[in-house]
């Protein structure tokens, strides 16, 4: 995995700030993710993941604050320009009625179409590759109605990936995943961070934010408590004072990644140890 360095920044948010009726969700939040590395986003619910993820992509407008892409103020690119560079994987696969997973998949193609251009032979091949990599060819003809929540979930990553973003947003990307199907996305989320892509996940699971991600950065009500690797933010104390529960951290000896094994809440924890 790599460090932070001083590579060239496809992500960037400064002092970026987001409020609902005076109620601030984003609180200005500054985040980095350098071209080449995959970044967790962890926190307790209501940190500010999704909403923070949500508006990296430009599906949310920032009232205070910047966010660049690839330096590219996000404010004057077109939805368009955004496409073209960044793929956001929501949390919960919206339920498309009457689509088959192969036109899905072919959805991420739109970008890169003219006006009035349809699919050719090329985008195909890159949709079925996507299916592919995602383990959904088989699923191909099949309307999306008929899909589990987790294979729809795998369609919805095929999709992003035959967009060919330079950029992946993954918002709790293994949420509606068995345990298999969790690490081979991840796995494959590391594969092409690796060859190149940028990614910033919202991850629920510590172990497999640790275990993944180059870097985390730790959200609660709306603002950045830590950030750096993961043996940096995933510390005893810093885990009691985000989530309220007690922790042993290690080194897993099996993977070589920093582990969190949770002990209990934290005033139950201390009430039992005394």
Do not use: W
């Amino acid at each position: 995995m790599s460090a932070n360095g001083d590579r060239p920044a496809a992500v960037e948010a400064e002092a970026v700030s987001f409020s609902v009726e005076a109620n601030a969700l984003l609180d200005r939040v500054d985040v980095r993710a350098g071209r080449g590395q995959f970044v967790g986003l962890i926190g307790p619910n209501g940190a500010g993941k999704s909403t923070l993820l949500r508006t990296l992509a430009g599906v949310l407008r920032h009232q205070q604050g910047t966010v660049r892409l690839e330096a590219s103020d996000l404010r004057s690119m077109t939805a368009r320009d955004v496409a073209r560079i960044v793929a956001l994987i929501p949390q919960i696969a919206p339920y498309t009625q009457g689509f088959t997973a192969l036109e899905l998949v072919l959805m991420g193609r739109y970008p890169h179409l003219g006006r009035f251009e349809v699919e050719g032979e090329a985008d195909d091949r890159i949709a079925r590759s996507a299916m592919r990599l995602t383990e959904t060819e088989e699923l191909a003809a099949r309307t999306l109605d008929t899909l589990s929540g987790g294979e729809r979930q795998r369609v919805f990553v095929a999709r992003a990936l035959a967009q060919r973003p330079r950029i992946l947003l993954l918002d709790e990307p293994t949420s509606n995943l068995d345990v298999l199907h969790q690490l081979t996305v991840l796995g494959l989320v590391r594969t092409l961070v690796d060859g190149g892509l940028t990614a910033i996940a919202a991850i629920h699971d510590l172990n497999l934010a640790a275990r993944y991600c180059d870097r985390l950065v730790l959200l609660s009500n709306g603002r950045v408590l830590t950030e750096g690797r993961p043996d940096e933010v995933l510390e005893p104390e810093t885990i009691e004072s985000a989530f309220g529960v007690r922790s042993a951290v290690y080194r897993d000896p099996a993977t070589g990644a920093i582990a969190v094994s949770l002990i209990g809440p934290a005033e139950t924890a201390a009430r039992t140890a005394g």
